[in-house]
């Protein structure tokens, strides 16, 4: 199966946050971001297993700054590891304002994916090839949370989970 | 101040899937679904806190089954726990093919809402009192899901996460 | 053909007042709100009737107190009387204003639903059996506003709605 | 207070069926016409009044043809006469099927809207003058179904509805 | 072939300016306005030619004057001239604030659209037989619209552009 | 005042085509894609100009291949030459099909923004410095296209448009 570099996924959006996006507050709301967030995951996804694909799960994605009303939303999205049929696709998130020349990091999470054949099956996706120093350490964090995907879903005993457990006993030895 | 029980917060959401809302496949996209789910539990948070609420984290989320185009997406949300100014809000959905009648489970997560005051700050919410063994049963797993969010956004060390790290060693020791 | 009880419908949906459904005033649009009442009624048609339905009438709508913009919409649907092939809805709504804790009800209407067979054909509904004292209620009144329907609609003559001339005469008599 | 013809509140719209207007048969759901025939309705009701006004009542609503994905849908509003505060305003749906060269009757109903000051509360609205045997028609009816609406609304007693019972009684007696 | 008036294809549509349509200013945003002048021309379009087509071209469009939020927008569409395949389409726009009474040009913008067969390939349009002094003017036009089209998408020589280069040539030989 | 480079105001959007999108031959419909493309010009006038800013007009926009249901539209817009108050911005499309691997040119135009003051009335912005071959070109053709637009508007002669005239005379005398 071929092989595909990270950059050749990477997806850039610009979306402008409107009235009907913001809270009482006039900031962007939590689920409308990430709604766009899952199309650009979407979008990374399908330029790295040209197939279908579909959100499989999204991992804890943590809201730092508000976004205000009239701002730019800037997102960008790059497949971080692919598996066996499913990809993790790291999406990454700013707030921008024009006004002001001032741009802000808003939000990251991982999304991960999950190729379908035309009979909406799983289908086997290529591999990934990180090349910069921010891929490669993003490609290395994968399994791990792929781990703690799997525990939390109850799939994987938290003894299996090797790469998990390092962090924790790393921090227990020291 | 004020306590409240869990089913005081407990808020009902139905929802038509339209062709807007899916993929190719016909089924509805993850990102619409998210979208839904912040709704329903940002009207929990308010339920509870009787404020402005804004989303500050949403734990793995993850999808189960596919909900069909003309299908109903159900949506049930209720507060799990509350700590100084902040909820977490554990949201489930189904969904409901009315002609088949049949009902499968689609998707589980938790939201995680900071109250605010009038400026925009944090301000203290009230307790909560979980009643039936199901709540009783998600206020407990908080704090373990609390310390892996404070771990994840590198606000806690792994060594700190007393509660969590039970988790692993209760594995390693057995 | 099988009966089905009232509350087997009941149909609750929870909406957010959004810049885009107000009107210059904040208030939610009235348009926006019957779009909503309307997909709570055909949510709770279909829960009885198992088939695809399409509104077939409207009866009178009127709306109470207007709901503020980031208020809740809170809207109750439950079938009240089935036909041959149609059934009557009714659906009620309510604001609520979590900062106030103040619930206020806002309107309500009876909708009719026609149950289609795969061709688009009318098709036989199950029989409703009202439980409540509000559902046999609003069952007993639905006789009444079918006949006021079909003679608006020039489809029955006004000397042949006893039930509805009744409730004239009653008052004429007394 | 001045007087205004009713053809100066005249209102066209013309509005195309797209895929998430849609049910399953591919017909134009009843909540989203609903939801146009409002906007019609209120910018006729803005037309005659030159204020700010809202919906306060909808009367039988009744769909004769659904309307098809892909079809125009084309409403026309008109006030057919004016009380102190509020206006009646009817309005006209036909589908068109511009491959077909096929125009139908889809839909009429009966808006009422209030007029609104800069506070809020009701003001007073311009006469109306019916012209064309049409708006005459129109115009003699709205006493009638106001006594309706009042009687339903239970702001009125059957046995005061002089103009409805009218229709009744002429019925009875013939 | 049949021939068709241009007033045939007449087309009005009115829309409401709702928050999510404006800028930070309150105003329409040019974007929205274009995307309900592309359904008004298309509309139009389907009323000439009664087949499917498709926007191909859109003329020089300017925005004289802004349409404010809660303002009606006013919006006429007819064909100006038919070619082969192709069909322009003249659209015109209007501000209406009904609380001042005052009616606004707001935009003005020739279309082009193209008729299509059931595969998708462009088919034969009706003549259109332009009436009125308007109707004959922006007709007349329509020849030197479409040689600086074919010139612009570098599809004409400037040098056979006759009715086109008349207007720079007698200018300069006044 | 200040100047600016080309390539600072240069944005990138990509959006998927949903249903709502599209036409019945299921391709994107000409009106939703300008609507993007003015949110894309949008932005980049406000790189550039770090103003609030309006669409004062559009140029020949000629739509080539249409974009297909499911599939990409990849826009990038970069400001293409500043005048006093008013920028240019040149706007290209593509389609991308990812299943297919195939990206195709869709459409390119020319927007102009106007920059506004906090009284909404026009103010000076930077100059722009073009950097490439593609960046000198557009911004050598923009006084030709601005000559074009006065004209249309009706607010310069054909006579002075010398740049203009100059596509027609070496025409003319070649």
Redesign the interface.
């Known amino acids: 199966m071929e092989e595909k570099r990270a950059r050749e996924s990477h997806?850039?959006?610009?979306?402008?946050v409107?009235?009907?996006d913001?809270?009482?507050?006039g900031?962007l709301?939590?689920?409308?971001l990430?709604?766009?967030?899952?199309?650009?995951a979407?979008?990374a996804a399908?330029?790295h297993c040209?197939?279908?694909s579909?959100?499989?799960?999204?991992?804890?994605?943590?809201?730092k700054n508000?976004i205000k009303?009239?701002n730019?939303v800037h997102i960008e999205a790059k497949v971080s590891r692919a598996f066996n049929t499913s990809m993790e696709i790291f999406v990454k998130v700013w707030g921008e304002d024009?006004?002001?020349?001032y741009r802000y990091e808003s939000n990251e999470a991982y999304f991960t994916f999950v190729a379908?054949d035309p009979n909406?099956k799983p289908r086997p996706v290529p591999h990934l090839i990180p090349e910069t120093p921010e891929e490669i350490r993003v490609y290395d964090g994968a399994l791990r949370r792929r781990q703690?995907?799997l525990i939390?879903?109850g799939k994987m005993?938290?003894?299996d989970?090797n790469e998990?457990?390092a962090?924790?006993f790393?921090?227990?030895e020291?």
Do not use: C
């Open positions: 997806t850039i959006m610009n979306e402008l409107l009235p009907n913001t809270n009482t507050f900031n709301m939590g689920g409308r990430m709604y766009w967030m899952d199309i650009a979407g979008m399908g330029k040209n197939a279908p579909m959100t499989a799960s999204v991992d804890n994605l943590s809201f508000p009303l009239g730019i024009l006004l002001h020349q379908l909406g703690l995907r939390l879903a005993k938290p003894d989970a998990l457990k962090l924790f790393a921090a227990e020291s």
